[in-house]
């Protein structure tokens, strides 16, 4: 957290992470691991 010169560029930067890992994450802990692969691959092709 030291890169950061200000808290205000802290802020803005968790946020957008936040949003990001949560978009990429979403129902992860929901389905079955061979559901979400599947799943996965079809969206992929």
Sequence with gaps: ???F???ETLQKFASI???V???FD???HL???HH???S???ALD
């Design 26 to 28: 979403q129902q992860h």
């Design 40 to 42: 996965r691959d079809v």
């Design 36 to 38: 979400f692969n599947s």
């Design 21 to 23: 890992h949560n978009h």
């Design 17 to 19: 992470h936040a949003s």
């Design 1 to 3: 957290m030291q890169r």
């Design 31 to 33: 389905i079955s691991r």
């Design 5 to 7: 010169r200000s808290i």
